[in-house]
């Protein structure tokens, strides 16, 4: 197998890329150029991509349908957070472990249910991964260490909103870093194969079972890092943060942005994170776009009726472009 | 002793009701081989209507009831029409994701239209009690095993007997074959989830009698448990779903009344704990036929 190139030329394009909206977001949070709103907004941004991406490599890429991700978001959060009150080492460090700690314990989880459900597929893994999200806020409600209903608060903060965000960010370029190289390595062919026909994928000696919990496992690792920067960031979390909603709107981020689209679902999951900000006043239709953008979705992409008329349109459009084209040069 | 034939009685009661929810998913999922999300969304839609024409609108209960099952029908038509058929060849990813925006979507009309209070039913079926071995059984009680059992053998003769059935049951077996015999593959499907949804309508309106109250969110939870009982007695089969049914609401019934009071935020846990095992150690459920894959 071809070993994974960090230092490759789209790698260092990227990074120097994120390093410059770094800077230009940084410098309005610093100088207040950016709203307050914007700000706070910019933070839930990071743990939103960071969700999205995660998800988009179960569902988009692996075409596995996961609708517990806010379990293993739960997992992180809660285990992050529970180390991060019980220790004394200095903040930063504190929260980078946190996040470890956090990624680890919900990469856990998702090993665990990813290796018992190797037996299943599409609708009946998905209602497992339903029923395992709902479990696990389930006995987050009656443990005692977790605070039960009552949610856990004095989770501590990193300081400014610029210092929170600066290690949210860091983790954002990490996990895009991290998926990206996967889904370009030959793992990440390996695993559209299996979306794509699995029978076939098998046939050539991909052993499927092992792509489902590396899968599974990955995704759920950031899942559980975006949990800990939530943690870290409103500072008081509750079994109600991690509801059967959040998974569908991190599948709606997915779906939005192009299921196996990594830079379609980063832009989703900002667009879908400021849009209470766009809806103002709207905001009770929020979770009914997001219905209709599911529906419309899958319509769009699949109804015999809708493809016929885009290749029409796009033909006419063709059409018209050639003629204006041709009119020019004479 | 009293207590527990009373607890017995109760998730008797509880299980009826899933069976009858269980029956709608293992249609849907037998014949047209998608999980319909949006059933329990369904029920929740029926019981909002039995809200708006018996407590709102004052109805005589006989029609109102008559107009519930049919809206459902008609709503599950409408669903079927708009969102489903289209994704006849889609993958089924796409159509379990377009499945849950239907779900999420009825879930949120309803929170707009009613907001997300509670919204209470009068007693619009009032029979008196039954005495049953010494115990009293409230009529309602009596009505819901009633329907239930009628309604299950109903359609089990529906499907073994009248052509239509026969030719769901052609397309669930194969429906290329099918479509070869001359079956109108995609009317079938349907009429299925036709059936489905006035299954879902006669449910609601036994949810309501029992329960006498809906919120929006009624129908999710209350359609994935349904939704395991139909995999815990083998999806596609009938008197899967019924047993399946009767199990869950029996489990849920005993671990609500004799767990200790702090694990009772719990409950709702262990139902899915028991569908996960139940998925890991036998996939296809108690009464379900093996599935060889083929290429």
Same mark, same amino acid.
């Given at each position: 197998? #071809?070993?994974? /190139?960090?230092?490759?030329?789209?790698?260092?394009?990227?990074?120097?890329?994120?390093?410059?909206?770094?800077?230009?977001?940084?410098?309005?949070?610093?100088?207040?150029?950016?709203?307050?709103?914007?700000?706070?907004?910019?933070? #839930?941004?990071?743990?939103?991509?960071?969700?999205?991406?995660?998800?988009?490599?179960?569902?988009?890429?692996?075409?596995?349908?996961?609708?517990?991700?806010?379990?293993?978001?739960?997992?992180? $959060?809660?285990?992050?957070?529970?180390?991060?009150? /019980?220790?004394?080492?200095? =903040?930063?460090?504190?929260?980078?472990?946190?996040?470890?700690?956090?990624?680890?314990?919900?990469?856990?989880?998702?090993?665990?249910?990813?290796?018992?459900?190797?037996?299943?597929?599409?609708?009946?893994?998905?209602?497992?991964?339903?029923?395992?999200?709902?479990?696990?806020?389930?006995?987050?409600?009656?443990?005692?260490?977790?605070?039960?209903? $009552?949610?856990?608060?004095?989770?501590?903060?990193?300081?400014?909103?610029?210092? @929170?965000?600066?290690?949210?960010?860091?983790?954002?370029?990490?996990?895009?870093?991290?998926?990206?190289?996967?889904?370009?390595?030959?793992?990440?062919? $390996?695993? @559209?194969?299996?979306?794509?026909?699995?029978?076939?994928?098998?046939?050539?000696?991909?052993?499927?079972?092992?792509?489902?919990? #590396?899968?599974? @496992?990955?995704?759920?690792?950031?899942?559980?890092?975006?949990?800990?920067?939530?943690?870290?960031? =409103?500072?008081?979390?509750?079994?109600?943060?991690?509801?059967?909603?959040?998974?569908?709107?991190?599948?709606?981020?997915?779906?939005?942005?192009?299921?196996?689209?990594?830079?379609?679902?980063?832009?989703?999951?900002?667009?879908?994170?400021?849009?209470?900000?766009?809806?103002?006043?709207?905001?009770?239709?929020?979770?009914?776009?997001?219905?209709? $953008?599911?529906?419309?979705?899958?319509?769009?992409?699949?109804?015999?009726?809708?493809?016929?008329?885009?290749?029409?349109?796009?033909?006419?459009?063709?059409?018209?472009?050639?003629?204006?084209?041709?009119?020019?040069?004479? | +002793?009293?207590?527990?034939? +009373?607890?017995?009685?109760?998730?008797?009661?509880?299980?009826?009701?899933?069976?009858?929810?269980?029956?709608?998913?293992? +249609?849907?999922?037998?014949?047209?081989?998608?999980?319909?999300?949006?059933?329990?969304?369904?029920?929740?839609?029926?019981?909002?209507?039995?809200?708006?024409?018996?407590?709102?609108?004052?109805?005589?209960?006989?029609?109102?009831?008559?107009?519930?099952?049919?809206?459902?029908?008609?709503?599950?038509?409408?669903?079927?029409?708009?969102?489903?058929?289209?994704?006849?060849?889609?993958?089924?990813?796409?159509?379990?994701?377009?499945?849950?925006?239907?779900?999420?979507?009825?879930?949120?009309?309803?929170?707009?239209?009613?907001?997300? %209070?509670?919204?209470?039913?009068?007693?619009?079926?009032?029979?008196?009690?039954? %005495?049953?071995?010494?115990?009293?059984?409230?009529?309602?009680?009596?009505?819901?095993?009633?329907?239930?059992?009628?309604? +299950?053998?109903?359609?089990?003769?529906?499907?073994?007997?009248?052509?239509?059935?026969?030719?769901?049951?052609?397309?669930?077996?194969?429906?290329?074959?099918?479509?070869?015999?001359?079956?109108?593959? %995609?009317?079938?499907?349907?009429?299925?989830?036709?059936?489905?949804?006035?299954?879902?309508?006669?449910?609601?309106?036994?949810?309501?009698?029992?329960?006498?109250?809906?919120?929006?969110?009624?129908?999710?939870?209350?359609?994935?448990?349904?939704?395991?009982?139909?995999?815990?007695?083998?999806?596609?089969?009938?008197?899967?779903?019924?047993?399946?049914?009767?199990?869950?609401?029996?489990?849920?019934?005993?671990?609500?009344?004799?767990?200790?009071?702090?694990?009772?935020?719990?409950?709702?846990?262990?139902?899915?704990?028991?569908?996960?095992?139940?998925?890991?150690?036998?996939?296809?459920?108690?009464?379900?036929?093996?599935?060889?894959?083929?290429?």
């Amino acid at each position: 197998m #071809k070993r994974i /190139n960090l230092k490759s030329h789209r790698n260092l394009i990227f990074v120097a890329a994120a390093i410059v909206v770094y800077a230009f977001i940084a410098y309005g949070m610093n100088s207040n150029l950016l709203p307050r709103a914007t700000q706070t907004l910019a933070i #839930k941004a990071c743990y939103n991509v960071i969700l999205a991406l995660s998800l988009s490599l179960i569902v988009g890429f692996l075409g596995e349908l996961s609708l517990g991700h806010a379990g293993f978001f739960a997992l992180g $959060a809660y285990s992050g957070c529970i180390f991060s009150i /019980n220790s004394n080492l200095p =903040i930063e460090l504190r929260f980078v472990l946190a996040a470890l700690i956090g990624g680890t314990v919900a990469a856990i989880g998702g090993f665990l249910i990813s290796s018992s459900i190797l037996r299943l597929q599409g609708d009946y893994l998905a209602i497992v991964t339903l029923a395992f999200g709902e479990i696990i806020r389930s006995f987050i409600k009656i443990i005692p260490v977790t605070g039960g209903t $009552a949610g856990l608060g004095g989770i501590p903060s990193l300081g400014s909103k610029l210092k @929170t965000f600066t290690f949210s960010y860091v983790f954002v370029i990490l996990t895009i870093l991290v998926i990206r190289n996967i889904v370009a390595s030959s793992h990440g062919r $390996a695993i @559209t194969s299996i979306r794509d026909n699995a029978i076939a994928a098998e046939s050539i000696g991909i052993n499927i079972k092992l792509y489902k919990i #590396k899968v599974f @496992t990955v995704g759920a690792f950031f899942a559980g890092i975006a949990g800990v920067i939530l943690g870290h960031y =409103i500072n008081f979390i509750e079994p109600a943060n991690f509801n059967y909603n959040v998974s569908i709107e991190i599948l709606v981020m997915v779906v939005l942005g192009g299921m196996g689209n990594l830079l379609g679902s980063i832009i989703a999951a900002v667009v879908i994170t400021f849009l209470p900000e766009i809806l103002r006043g709207f905001d009770q239709y929020r979770l009914l776009i997001y219905a209709l $953008a599911l529906i419309f979705m899958m319509l769009a992409s699949n109804s015999p009726r809708i493809i016929n008329f885009r290749v029409k349109a796009r033909e006419k459009a063709a059409g018209l472009y050639k003629k204006l084209f041709t009119r020019k040069e004479e | +002793m009293q207590q527990f034939i +009373m607890t017995l009685i109760d998730g008797i009661n509880l299980g009826s009701v899933y069976a009858l929810v269980a029956l709608g998913y293992t +249609m849907v999922y037998g014949i047209a081989k998608m999980l319909n999300f949006a059933h329990g969304d369904i029920i929740m839609v029926g019981a909002y209507t039995i809200v708006v024409f018996i407590t709102r609108l004052s109805i005589s209960v006989p029609l109102a009831m008559i107009l519930c099952v049919a809206f459902c029908a008609l709503l599950g038509f409408v669903v079927e029409k708009l969102a489903y058929k289209p994704l006849r060849h889609a993958t089924p990813l796409s159509v379990l994701i377009t499945a849950i925006g239907v779900s999420y979507l009825l879930q949120n009309l309803a929170l707009l239209i009613f907001g997300t %209070n509670r919204q209470f039913i009068v007693r619009f079926i009032d029979v008196g009690n039954f %005495n049953l071995f010494g115990v009293s059984v409230s009529g309602i009680s009596v009505i819901i095993w009633v329907t239930t059992i009628v309604i +299950m053998i109903g359609l089990y003769t529906f499907i073994k007997k009248t052509k239509l059935g026969r030719a769901m049951l052609a397309v669930s077996e194969d429906k290329g074959a099918a479509q070869l015999m001359g079956i109108n593959v %995609n009317r079938t499907i349907s009429i299925t989830f036709v059936i489905g949804s006035a299954l879902a309508g006669v449910a609601s309106i036994l949810y309501s009698a029992k329960y006498l109250n809906v919120d929006p969110y009624t129908g999710s939870l209350f359609g994935i448990k349904a939704f395991a009982a139909a995999v815990f007695g083998g999806i596609g089969s009938i008197p899967g779903a019924m047993i399946g049914g009767l199990l869950i609401g029996l489990i849920e019934a005993l671990t609500a009344s004799y767990l200790p009071f702090n694990l009772n935020a719990a409950s709702d846990g262990f139902a899915f704990v028991i569908l996960i095992i139940m998925l890991v150690l036998k996939p296809t459920g108690l009464l379900g036929k093996k599935n060889t894959e083929k290429v």
